[in-house]
């Protein structure tokens, strides 16, 4: 630091400067991002809260009914009625609260010890964190050869020390929901913690069904379902960092809750101590700005524009990995290794990403990937081929 102030333009003009070495979503080149440019309302309303604590409800009691306010209006978009939750810091936070629950759960009622989570193949890697924080063992349930985690791996898996089975709503690599309604079953009637990662998909499925797209069950609707993640701030259009989390029972916030004696609330439940209010307030209004009818819109947009991008794909001659059940295509050239097909990409401007089960170039398409970006895209697509 300098020992004088500097103005603030001077400072500006440096930021400006730095942040220009920044990718834009704007540019429409970041294929593999599944947040976007929030929307501005949401923006503007981030600002007025910048300063409010969740940590300390006590304190900002208004902003503390906008989070309850947020996690019912979720819930509701989740078939619960009376939610109990959080707006946290992004999936990861979000999916380390459910694992926390599971595992307090089963080690004050069922006194298992030494838990183990039943993942798929395909879940995010904020389980493995969770794991590793909790001392929980990880059992990889197979994929089918649909990449859905393979119910009868699950099945086997079971053991004493089970103490929750994860399944996905919008897995990160390729966009697939997972058999729930099976496995909400199966944990259900073995009494597991069944938690549900809709990060993405929680988001979208919800609204791509009032418009006509069929998914099974996959939220509260079932009996199983414990908890459920599902973040604002990736299809939801709100800033960073909105995560959520829904649990069916208050009993799974209070097994995690440890006391915070000198603040205005004497427990608390989240992972973060002191936590952006901003982030519930910026969802709470974009959730009101938008509406059903504006989440639809934008569900069934972007739902357009994959199957758009899919059939160019297809009719250059790429090979598309599996049909898209949400806005994720995932392909290969026919005779080009993936990493190479992805330099190529890169040398173009694109930004993209490779996902690893199936190795395939993966493009997420969210709200700041127009039509026209696609477009050349599949040009520069073609002249690659
Ligand atoms: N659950 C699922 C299914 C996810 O896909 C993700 C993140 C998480 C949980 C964790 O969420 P947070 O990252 O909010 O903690 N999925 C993306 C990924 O890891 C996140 C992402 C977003 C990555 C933008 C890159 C990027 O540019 O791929």
Known sequence: MEDKPISKKDILKELNEIQSKDHKYSDG????????????????????????????????????????????????????????????????????????????????????????????????????????????KIIEAKLDENYKIDVDSVKENISDNTVAIVAIA???????VDPIEELSEIAYENNIYFHVDAAFGGFSIPFLRKIG?????????????????????KMGLAPIPAGGILFRKKEYLEVMAVDSPYLTVKTQSTIVGTR????????????????????????????????????GLEKIGYDVVVEPELNIVAFNHPDMEAHD???????????????????AIRVVLMNHITKQHLTDLLDDLTEIY
């Open 341 to 359: 097909l992805a330099d190529k990409l890169e040398d173009l401007g694109w930004r993209v990403s490779v996902a690893k089960c199936p190795i």
């Open 29 to 136: 080149r970041i294929l593999g991002s599944m947040c976007t440019e929030a929307h501005p309302f949401a923006k503007e309303v981030y600002c007025k809260f910048l300063d409010s604590n969740l940590g300390d409800p006590g304190l900002f009691k208004g902003t503390k009914y906008i989070e309850n306010e947020v996690i019912k209006s979720i819930g509701e978009l989740l078939s619960i009625s009376e939610p109990y939750g959080n707006i946290v810091t992004g999936g990861t936070e979000a999916n380390i609260m459910a694992m926390r629950a599971a595992r307090n759960h089963a080690r004050k009622y069922k006194g298992i010890k030494e838990g183990e989570i039943i993942i798929p193949d395909s879940a995010h890697f904020s389980f493995k964190k969770a794991a590793d924080m909790m001392n929980l």
């Open 276 to 311: 952006s209010g901003a982030a519930s307030a910026a969802t709470y209004a974009i959730m009101k700005y938008l509406g059903n009818e504006g989440y639809e819109k934008l569900a069934g947009n972007l739902m357009d524009n994959t199957h758009y991008f899919k059939e």
């Open 170 to 176: 919008g897995t990160t690599e390729l966009g697939l």
């Open 213 to 233: 797209y069929e998914f099974p069950p996959f939220d509260f609707s079932l009996p199983g379902v414990c908890s459920i993640t599902v973040d604002p701030h």
